[in-house]
């Protein structure tokens, strides 16, 4: 018989239930209705078990459509029941159980609440697998003697996992499912030990059930076919699976701690923790001595505690040198009592001269907590290792500990980052960045006159190429095949600040097939381009301009004076009124408009605190080490970017930034990357993807702390993969609620962009044009922020074909169609009498507002309003983030997901893009009937007054103007009464056939018999 295995390792930040600010908790597992509990850990909030749970599983086939309940409780005595101490539970699909203890991993799931009012916190950490067969399990204390015999059950597992399929002989095990489940359920308990004194429960030696009424089994004769169900995974219950949710946390932050007395960092740096750090800065030496046979030294200083060493750079031939570097060592690793500050002479030969060295006590170093100015470094003269001071020079040096919020600690080397070279020390360093200002460049192509062709007996096709920097676009051919052309066309570009690039326009004639010839080309600056604040604004004035040949332009200052030449009629400007999009609106965090004079106030302050990150995945195990994690967060213009903590699954940055909010509906995107340009590294090294986090202002209350770990999901070809969790603080504060108020009410977008709209496609297209641009400037920036950065967290791919994509907005669309369908079926409910108080209710409430009109729209505001007060006890309390389940992540064919991650042109074998083409065309053929039906009742409808069918529609028109006669001799209200009547009567009056409307509407033509 198959076996499940539930492995309860530990829980931690459980509730206090006791009373005395603590519980005793164990846990009870409920599978298949078996029942087994750990044991008792007496008034532990932080509780580790480490116990092993089996459960019998009748038939493997079935575990996808069961659930194993995992319950915590506060084991009280003399309590009879659980309703008082309850700690949280976890429901977890059985479709989700992996059939092998090697694929199983330990997975932390956050505790979920019973009711509307339990007070709920923590997680627990289990580690659940399925085994198949009688001795596949064995107890921990048997493990090593059978391990010769492992490698042929793995063997076995992973031959049944293969082999299993969804065949048609299960579709009748679903209906013997739905059967089962009408019948009385059958109840088993199991006898669970209890402890005396201060020990708990323990788990019973063995399942021995007391059963009301055997289970029924179900036998197989091809049962070692039988394996997980390769179908999409769906869970017993709402939302995605545990391990992806978002797990709420109480680190200690000043913010959370209610501003305690003494901690002073709460006025700044409120939602991280404190990190202590030692800081010795050195500033500078003077008047060192001689150490080389040549007369010269090139000197260095050296800081030394304990097995940390860090060395500033050395200076060639120089007895004053200038450093102003800073040292931080974290006070967690302080390895020693003493810091050594050394003063060496750098010797490419033989070894390194020592000049001498100053000596500081750790204990006796001062605190510094900002806004305190920055401490003093003073002189000290140098001594020998025997501590003789004699002509050794001197060294200005300043050490004092301090904190994270020290203005040394973004620029300091860090003791984390002792293997880092000089050169490669920038690129771990915390930075903020700003995108670049962007403006829409509008270039308006009239005319052009006195054309020379170089063929003057044929007609001249012509067109204009106008270009700035990598964007060029086309006009069309003028309609005019000779030198006086005219387009009347408006190209647009993105232009970004301080405008040092140049627009080149000229006139091609396109002679033949991939040839071209130049007529005329001028070039421009876009700083001389006149702005535009605003639509009501006067377009400026268009302009003449010469068109030189490239011969002239590459001559330059030789020909001064051009006697002829062509003109081209232009209207150039710089259109500051619109919102430059470099991400897509549906989670844009910046819809200001360009120019600064057009700016609203800001409305108030988002505070962003990266805490940590765990669980992560090592990025760098090929290499022999771990992962070097930074985090990147953007908002707005304003990109900032961790310090990369080197060889480490556990990180903990504690930076803090803020924002100014302008708009409440926009998004933050927080991302995790590997850093990939450490010692050794290639130029051209991509830093990887450990995951992303985008959190909309909007579903966030003001002034309220949120502190949770968030799941690091990301999409690789081979599925869905979870890199670890990220710890964030955020606070959002609203400093003006009445602009914030009426924000809800203004357009999304600068009124530019409803004066004077811009297509979608020209949208996209300047999209993805700012993007190329702010990468670029970024890029450039010390340390550099890499183009593929900048390309995951702006999504430059979202508008790229993706099945997966396709198949979430779709399941999108039905969510909301289900709404108005479950309405459908209310009323559908209501005429049949399904419920007869319900439908005399509905009578009776149709017959008052049909006495009293006028209560009609007071009674739907006032349903709305109670709607809306009911389900503020259902509001979200965590802040949104990466949904697999709603992103179709989850269950992606691995096909499909080859596909997405293909290139744009395809760089797949040619049957792979065939056989994808038979797909796309049959889901093609599906969306093609649907829209054909729509189609075919929208014509239907429009012809019934149209006489294509002359019998239908005399018929129709005579029955309008019957029920006009009827209506205007009889009132409204009767009208009403009656047709309402109608419509609710009872079943025994109503007919199984389709209504006399439905077949007179279902016989009126279409033009689907006239498509060929």
């Known amino acids: 018989m198959a076996k499940l295995v539930v492995q309860v390792l530990d829980a931690s ?97 956050p505790l979920d609440k019973r009711g509307l009012f339990s007070h709920i916190r923590g ?166 001595p001689v150490m080389d046979i040549t007369g010269s030294l090139d000197p260095y200083a050296e800081v030394k505690v304990g097995n940390y060493k860090g060395v500033t750079k050395h200076l060639e031939k120089n007895q004053n040198p200038v450093w102003n570097s800073v040292f931080a060592f974290s006070r967690e690793r302080l390895q020693a009592n003493m810091i050594e500050v050394a003063v060496k002479d750098k010797d490419m030969i033989t070894k390194d001269d020592f000049v001498g060295r100053v000596l500081f006590d750790v204990m006796e170093l001062p605190v510094r907590v900002p806004p305190d100015s920055p401490l003093a470094p003073q002189w000290y003269k140098l001594e020998s290792k025997k501590a003789e001071k004699i002509n050794r020079g001197e060294i200005m040096v300043a050490a004092w500990m301090g904190t994270q919020a020290d203005e040394a600690f973004p620029e300091a080397w860090h003791s984390d980052a002792h293997n880092i070279s000089h050169q490669n020390l920038a690129n771990t360093r915390s930075k903020v960045y700003f995108s670049p200002k962007l403006y829409y460049l509008r270039v308006h192509v009239i005319e052009a006159q006195d054309l020379v062709p170089s063929d003057r007996g044929r007609q001249p096709e012509t067109y204009v190429r106008v270009q700035l920097g990598n964007q060029a676009r086309v006009t069309r051919p003028s ?32 002679v033949g097939p991939g040839k071209d010839d130049i007529l005329g080309r001028m070039i421009f600056s876009v700083r001389e381009v006149p702005q535009r604040l605003d639509s009501t604004y006067k377009l400026p004035d268009a302009r003449w301009f010469n068109l030189h040949k490239p011969s002239h332009l590459e001559e330059g200052e030789k020909k001064k004076e051009v006697k002829f030449s062509s003109k081209i009629h232009l209207r150039l400007c710089l259109d500051a009124g619109y919102h430059v999009l ?47 994690a930074y985090c990147v967060a953007k908002y707005g213009n304003k990109w900032v970017r961790t310090r990369t903590l080197l060889d480490t699954l556990a990180p903990r940055w504690n930076e803090q930034y803020t924002w100014e909010v302008y708009d409440p509906c926009t998004v933050i995107t927080i991302g995790v990357f590997d850093n990939a340009h450490i010692n050794g590294s290639r130029e051209d090294a991509r830093d ?23 799941p690091l999901l990301v999409l690789t070809p081979s599925g869905l993969r979870k890199h670890g969790e990220l710890q964030l603080a955020l606070r959002f504060t609203c400093v003006a609620w009445v602009n914030m108020v009426a924000q809800y009410g203004r357009p999304l977008l600068p009124k530019m962009h ?59 669309i039905m969510s909301l169609l289900s709404g108005i369908s479950a309405i459908c079926r209310w009323l559908n409910g209501i005429c049949n009498w399904r419920n007869p108080l319900t439908t005399i209710l509905v009578h009776v409430l149709f017959l008052i507002l049909v006495c009293y009109p006028e209560l009609i729209l007071p009674t739907i505001f006032l349903y709305l309003f109670v709607i809306g007060l009911w389900n503020y006890r259902f509001r979200p309390r965590n802040p949104p983030h990466m949904d697999a389940r709603l992103s179709q992540a989850e269950n992606a064919n691995p096909d499909e997901l080859d596909e997405e991650f293909d290139t744009f042109p395809t760089s797949r074998p040619t049957d792979i893009v065939r056989m994808r083409y038979d797909r796309m065309r049959s889901v093609a053929g599906r969306v093609q009937t649907v829209i054909g039906d729509l189609a075919t009742q929208g014509e239907r409808a429009l012809a019934i007054l149209s006489w294509r069918d002359s019998r239908a529609t005399a018929i129709f028109i005579i029955f309008a103007l019957i029920w006009a006669v009827f209506l205007y001799v009889t009132p409204f209200q009767v009208v009403a009464v009656l047709s309402g009547l109608y419509l609710l009567r009872h079943p025994r009056f109503r007919s199984k056939l389709p209504s006399v409307p439905v077949n007179f509407f279902k016989r009126l033509p279409s033009k689907s018999d006239m498509l060929l």
């Open 13 to 109: 930040d459980l509730m206090p239930k006791d009373g005395q600010g603590s519980a005793s908790p164990f846990v009870e597992v409920h599978f298949d209705q078996q029942r087994q509990r750990t044991q008792t850990k007496t008034r532990d909030l932080n509780p580790q078990w480490n116990e092993t749970l089996v459960f019998n599983v009748e038939d493997p086939r079935d575990l996808p459509n069961q659930t194993v309940a995992v319950a915590v409780y506060n084991d009280q005595k003399g309590s009879h029941g659980h309703h008082n101490s309850f700690l949280g539970r976890v429901k977890i699909s059985g479709a989700y159980v992996p059939f092998s203890e090697a694929e199983a991993a330990v997975q932390r799931y």
């Open 123 to 288: 997680d627990i950490a289990l580690r659940i697998y399925a085994v198949l067969g009688t001795s596949s399990y064995q107890p921990p204390e048997q493990q090593q003697q059978h391990v010769d015999g492992l490698d042929g059950k793995e063997s076995l597992f992973e031959e049944i996992k293969a082999n299993f399929k969804l065949d048609d002989e299960y579709k009748g095990m679903d209906e013997n499912n739905k059967k089962k489940k009408k019948e009385k359920p059958v109840r088993a308990f199991y006898s669970v030990g209890t402890g005396t004194g201060t020990g708990g429960g323990g788990p019973a030696p063995g399942p021995t059930p007391f059963t009301e009424k055997p289970p029924p089994v179900e036998t197989r004769a091809d049962f070692a076919r039988a394996g997980p169900v390769s179908r999409p995974m769906h869970m017993q219950f709402p939302g995605q699976r545990p391990e992806f949710d978002v797990i709420e946390t109480r680190p200690p932050v000043a913010a959370r701690m209610r501003y305690r007395a003494g901690d002073k960092m709460a006025s700044t740096y409120d939602l991280v923790e404190p990190m202590q750090y030692m800081y010795v800065q050195i500033v500078k030496a003077r008047d060192l």
């Open 479 to 510: 309609k005019m095949r000779n030198v006086n052309p005219v387009w009347n066309e408006e190209l647009m570009f993105v232009a970004s600040e301080p405008f040092d690039e140049y627009i080149i326009i000229s006139v091609d004639d396109r």
């Open 582 to 628: 470099d991400e897509s609106t549906h989670f844009s965090s910046d819809l200001q408009p360009s120019s600064k004079v057009l700016r609203k106030p800001s409305i108030g302050v988002l505070e962003l605190g990266i805490l940590s990150a765990q669980n992560l995945l090592p990025m760098k195990g090929r290499d022999g080490k771990l992962t070097d």
């Open 688 to 710: 990887q993807r450990i995951g992303k986090v985008r959190i909309r202002l909007s579903t966030l209350e003001t002034d309220r702390v949120y502190t949770h770990y968030y």
């Open 754 to 812: 409803y004066a004077q709209p811009i297509s979608l496609t020209h949208m996209d297209w300047l999209r993805h044009q700012a993007m190329q641009i702010v990468a670029a400037r970024l890029s450039r920036a010390e340390p550099p922020l890499r183009r593929e950065i900048v390309e995951y967290m702006l999504d430059v791919d979202i508008h790229m074909w993706s099945l997966r994509r396709s198949k979430a907005n779709f399941h999108r």
